[in-house]
């Protein structure tokens, strides 16, 4: 029975691609108006599905306005532009729309940006950078005329395999890294090699929502798994993996992205024998772990695979070099392989100036120095913006690093209406709808303390608080 | 008649399809040894096929040795791993394979690299470039701690604005320039967005090969367009269009890779039209314009375009800086916002230090002396090439620009023979064939002269030209 209700909805959707494929071609104008279309049993044959798939599409299309029957004779296009999405749209673009729903709030220009997970710039050494650009023309001259490896600079790959080794206990070789532009695009490249249409993929609700574009962009089923203050339910994950096969499980178990919560050690243990169990590859995003407020976080889930089953995505752009856009990924030879050439069609290596400046800067002694000051102002931060919400009825709790604060409202704030005003105000949040693969946990809030000075944080919660206190008391009603 | 043949053929694939679907989920371990496979049924149901497709899937399977029938029970998994591809398989890695044919013979360490289209970095002003980081740290501090928009540094698309304005009379604004990680990236994202499975694309023949491969990747039908030492045959062209309803051509017009022709301006002019007429995006590649030994390359087609029709990509990477990974697509608004959307999940934007270097050199009067002394170089370089390969039989179009000869080769010669036999003798050279969407020109070669100094190239072409002449007789045999 249920197989039943499964192929019918399948039907559907069959029905309605039939219909997008003939629209899309249509607005490209590759049939003109009053220019005949494609019969039932062309059609039919093209997707292999039943004829009557076919026939319910064009009557829908007919039923819109967008065809026409003339006799016997078949479907027709229908003149007057019918099929027209809205005035403004331009016939020859019509593509695929790939979602972001995290920039789209980036775009907004506001005083008070507590959407933005990045960290002030102002608590970078800036000064010292120029010195270190210095010293990388001294050591190679040649570097802005030379194209790196699409792996990655070797000296880079060997200095963070050394360092891995050092102080996560990886069991690791250069070949095993490849440096990426960033974690968006290790992101990007791991989905595209890994990721087929109708997979299973397990991640995380909340989660760091521009993922969640990406494996769906993919053609992915995506499976939430929730994560809450003690880690995973890991029983339901098991059952998850059992019942799904998912191909992987995208997750951020340290200082989480928006939770801010910390899987425990002996969860990461159990974890990568599950996912060997199950053929689950874990996709380990670990870009806070260097932002601790107290005690170092526990080793990564890489660090207790010994089968092959995570890629350790590691960016350093947050708090290294934001304009740099360095990010590393450990993974074992049969997936570099694929991933090397992937990138090699993406961009073919990222640039060798920008690696040098990182594998000199980041393994300074400076480095380490200006870390431990970077954490202790964004815990002087966190404190800050903590303080300015003491007085309200919202819930949170405390992170022990990262740059977010999850923040729970009351069930009767409605959120999209509260980040309006807030704009209005010229403050912006991720409201936890955009961190949900299920577009819902309506009542949370992402705010960042990593991007405003302390005066701006005062203000700003200030601000946001007062916004909240103007809702109308039923703003649901 | 001509459709029935279409649809079986396509039946073949769909029951391909569903072997390789159901083959890589047991290789993933999905459906473990003697595990009950899903039913015929429950499969047709699923990909909406005629359940004799999916029979005919299990009967291949069965007669491979993969699964097993039990009385009327089912298909099982037949264990004893007989469904791997090889020993050295590891049944966690089955993906997407990504080609990327010229990026294979680049990793092929030799001495006289004839195959890489690269500038020599002892050809770019390496001194003075520190000059210029150092003045763009003094100008922008914080540029080490700063992301670029997604679209790109605003202060470097007006100037690239003005820039195109004033040399090829675009008709610009900044909002219509994105500033990409290099062409490869460019090319990669307007495939993304523009391209969907079984849409028609046209290529020229030979191209840029990687380009290929990512077109591929999105599932085109790739329809070729020859080029020629006078340009396209546009009545070709034409009807190529008019037949296939291309979603665009992809075409490299101005000292094109790897032939070196260049479309002459009477023909930029009448392809705009006709790619307007027919709705069929051009994508023009053009990133040697600035490497002409002669007179000016004519304007780019994006100069003729008055209705939004040409992509114009813009790589500087070549010339100005392989390590900086600068390029600038320019289109109009409504497929800039796609573009957009879509770098934001790639790589959420280029470094901002690397654009900021870029406008301060690429603008300088010191870059534009830098670019004459370079033209003289390579044309020189160009004419050793030349001059080592005079008292062969082999034949070619002395180009006018670029990096690139084009050479024929006597039809007897095994090319895949023949860089055997070089990379032996370390030197490696691009066989035409990976040049071809047919994968056929088996006579011609890519030779590039920028990457090795005068010496090099002459000894290079020496012994390029023995291993040839010490082929045996007839090695066609």
Same mark, same amino acid.
């Given at each position: 029975?249920?197989?039943?209700?499964?192929?019918?909805?399948?039907?559907?959707?069959?029905?309605?691609?039939?219909?997008?494929?003939?629209?899309?071609?249509?607005?490209?104008?590759?049939?003109?108006?009053?220019?005949?279309?494609?019969?039932?049993?062309?059609?039919?044959?093209?997707?292999?599905?039943?004829?009557? %798939?076919?026939?319910?599409? #064009?009557?829908?299309?007919?039923?819109?306005?967008?065809?026409?029957?003339?006799?016997?004779?078949?479907?027709?296009?229908?003149?007057?532009?019918?099929?027209?999405?809205?005035?403004?749209?331009?016939?020859? $673009?019509?593509?695929?729309?790939?979602?972001?729903?995290?920039?789209?709030?980036?775009?907004?220009?506001?005083?008070?940006?507590?959407?933005?997970?990045?960290?002030?710039?102002?608590?970078?050494?800036?000064?010292?950078?120029?010195?270190?650009?210095?010293?990388?023309?001294?050591?190679?001259?040649? $570097?802005?005329?030379?194209?790196?490896?699409?792996?990655?600079?070797?000296?880079?790959?060997?200095?963070?395999?050394?360092?891995?080794?050092?102080?996560?206990?990886? #069991?690791?070789?250069?070949?095993?890294?490849?440096?990426?532009?960033?974690?968006?695009?290790?992101?990007?490249?791991?989905?595209?090699?890994?990721?087929?249409?109708?997979?299973?993929?397990?991640?995380?609700?909340?989660?760091?929502?521009?993922?969640?574009?990406?494996?769906?962009?993919?053609?992915?089923?995506?499976?939430?798994?929730?994560?809450?203050?003690?880690?995973?339910?890991?029983?339901?994950?098991?059952?998850?993996?059992?019942?799904?096969?998912?191909?992987?499980?995208?997750?951020?178990?340290?200082?989480?992205?928006? %939770?801010?919560?910390?899987?425990?050690?002996?969860?990461?243990?159990?974890?990568?024998?599950?996912?060997?169990?199950?053929?689950?590859?874990?996709?380990?995003?670990?870009p806070?772990?260097?932002?601790?407020?107290?005690?170092?976080?526990?080793?990564?889930?890489?660090?207790?695979? %010994?089968?092959?089953?995570?890629? #350790?995505?590691r960016s350093f752009s947050k708090y290294v070099g934001?304009?740099l856009?360095i990010a590393t990924?450990?993974?074992?030879?049969?997936?570099?392989?694929?991933?090397?050439?992937?990138?090699?069609?993406?961009?073919?290596?990222?640039?060798?100036?920008?690696?040098?400046?990182f594998?000199?800067?980041f393994?300074?002694?400076?480095? !380490?120095?200006?870390?431990?000051?970077?954490?202790?102002?964004?815990?002087?931060?966190?404190?800050?913006?903590?303080?300015?919400?003491?007085?309200?009825?919202? !819930?949170?709790?405390?992170?022990?690093?990262?740059?977010?604060?999850?923040?729970?409202?009351?069930?009767?704030?409605?959120?999209?209406?509260?980040?309006?005003?807030?704009?209005?105000?010229?403050?912006?949040?991720?409201?936890?709808?955009?961190?949900?693969?299920?577009?819902?946990?309506?009542?949370?809030?992402?705010?960042?303390?990593?991007?405003?000075?302390?005066?701006?944080?005062?203000?700003?919660?200030?601000?946001?608080?007062?916004? #909240?206190?103007?809702?109308?008391?039923?703003?649901?009603?």
């Amino acid at each position: 029975m249920k197989r039943q209700v499964l192929a019918s909805e399948q039907s559907e959707k069959l029905f309605e691609q039939i219909c997008d494929y003939l629209l899309e071609r249509i607005r490209r104008g590759e049939w003109k108006p009053h220019e005949k279309l494609p019969s039932v049993r062309a059609l039919a044959a093209q997707f292999q599905v039943h004829r009557l %798939t076919v026939f319910k599409a #064009y009557q829908l299309l007919k039923q819109n306005g967008n065809v026409y029957v003339k006799d016997k004779s078949g479907y027709f296009v229908q003149p007057g532009n019918k099929w027209s999405m809205g005035a403004d749209h331009d016939p020859i $673009v019509s593509a695929y729309v790939q979602e972001s729903h995290l920039s789209e709030i980036h775009q907004v220009q506001a005083a008070y940006q507590f959407s933005k997970a990045l960290l002030d710039p102002n608590l970078l050494p800036n000064l010292y950078f120029s010195e270190y650009v210095k010293k990388v023309f001294d050591l190679y001259p040649k $570097v802005l005329g030379t194209y790196s490896t699409t792996q990655g600079d070797e000296e880079l790959r060997e200095a963070l395999c050394r360092y891995f080794t050092e102080e996560y206990r990886f #069991y690791l070789s250069p070949e095993e890294l490849l440096i990426s532009s960033g974690s968006q695009e290790a992101i990007d490249l791991i989905a595209r090699v890994l990721v087929k249409p109708r997979d299973a993929v397990l991640i995380e609700r909340p989660t760091y929502s521009p993922a969640i574009d990406v494996f769906r962009r993919e053609g992915a089923a995506i499976v939430p798994v929730e994560i809450g203050r003690d880690g995973y339910d890991l029983g339901e994950v098991e059952r998850l993996m059992k019942t799904h096969k998912p191909r992987l499980f995208y997750l951020n178990p340290t200082f989480h992205n928006p %939770t801010g919560y910390t899987v425990p050690a002996e969860q990461r243990k159990r974890l990568a024998e599950i996912a060997q169990e199950y053929q689950c590859l874990l996709i380990e995003d670990d870009p806070y772990r260097d932002i601790y407020f107290g005690e170092k976080p526990p080793l990564p889930i890489f660090s207790y695979d %010994t089968s092959g089953t995570v890629i #350790y995505i590691r960016s350093f752009s947050k708090y290294v070099g934001p304009g740099l856009g360095i990010a590393t990924v450990a993974c074992r030879p049969s997936i570099m392989k694929l991933l090397i050439r992937a990138k090699s069609l993406a961009d073919s290596g990222t640039p060798l100036l920008n690696q040098k400046i990182f594998l000199h800067y980041f393994f300074s002694s400076r480095m !380490q120095q200006h870390l431990e000051k970077l954490r202790i102002a964004l815990s002087v931060r966190k404190e800050i913006m903590e303080e300015g919400l003491s007085d309200t009825d919202w !819930q949170w709790s405390s992170p022990q690093g990262g740059f977010n604060l999850w923040v729970r409202l009351p069930e009767s704030v409605r959120m999209d209406f509260l980040l309006a005003k807030s704009i209005e105000q010229s403050i912006t949040f991720v409201p936890g709808s955009i961190c949900d693969p299920q577009r819902e946990l309506d009542s949370w809030m992402r705010v960042s303390y990593s991007f405003l000075n302390e005066q701006q944080l005062r203000d700003g919660i200030k601000r946001l608080v007062g916004v #909240y206190r103007e809702l109308p008391q039923s703003c649901d009603a």
